[in-house]
C-alpha cells in the first residue's frame, strides 16, 4: 500500500533547508525583517497607503542630519523587509537611539514626497538591543 498522506510539512522544511542554502544574506535578512515585522503586528511598509495612519516595524538603514536654511532635519530610512520608509524628524539634529541598526516601530500618516514613502515626526518606540 503507497502513502497518500501529503507531505506538506516535510516538503516545506526542506524547501526552506534549500532555501537557507541558496538565497542571499541579504534576502535571509529581509525575510526575517518581515517576519518578525509581522509578529509584532505591523502593516508593511508595501502595503501602507499614503495619506492613512501606519504603524511599521524594522530596523534603521541610514541615518542623516540634513541642514536646512530654515529648519534642521534628521531622516532615517526604516526597512521592515517589504520595502522602505522615510521617517523625517523636523526641527531635530539628533535623537538618543535613532542610529543606523537599531530596530524600532513607528506610528504616523503616510505621504509620498519624491515618490518615496514618508513619515513626519512619528511616534517611535525602540527595540530592544538584542546581542
Avoid: W
Avoid at 8 to 35: I, M
Avoid at 103 to 111: D, I, N, Y
Wanted: hydrophobic share 35%; net charge positive; glycine share 8%.
Amino acid at each position: 500500500m503507497t502513502d497518500t498522506l501529503p507531505r506538506t510539512h516535510e516538503d516545506s522544511g526542506l524547501k526552506r533547508l534549500f532555501r537557507r542554502f541558496t538565497a542571499s544574506d541579504r534576502e535571509l535578512d529581509a525575510e526575517a525583517l518581515e517576519e518578525a515585522s509581522v509578529r509584532s503586528g505591523a502593516q508593511k511598509a508595501c502595503d501602507c497607503p499614503r495619506g492613512r495612519i501606519a504603524t511599521v516595524a524594522g530596523r534603521l538603514t541610514s541615518v542623516r542630519y540634513t541642514p536646512r536654511t530654515n529648519q534642521p532635519t534628521l531622516e532615517a530610512e526604516l526597512f521592515d523587509g517589504t520595502g522602505s520608509v522615510t521617517l523625517v524628524f523636523l526641527g531635530r539634529r539628533r535623537i538618543a537611539g535613532i542610529e543606523p541598526g537599531r530596530s524600532l516601530s513607528v506610528e504616523g500618516r503616510l505621504a509620498l514626497r519624491d515618490g518615496r514613502k514618508v513619515i513626519f515626526n512619528p511616534f517611535y518606540t525602540l527595540e530592544p538591543i538584542t546581542p
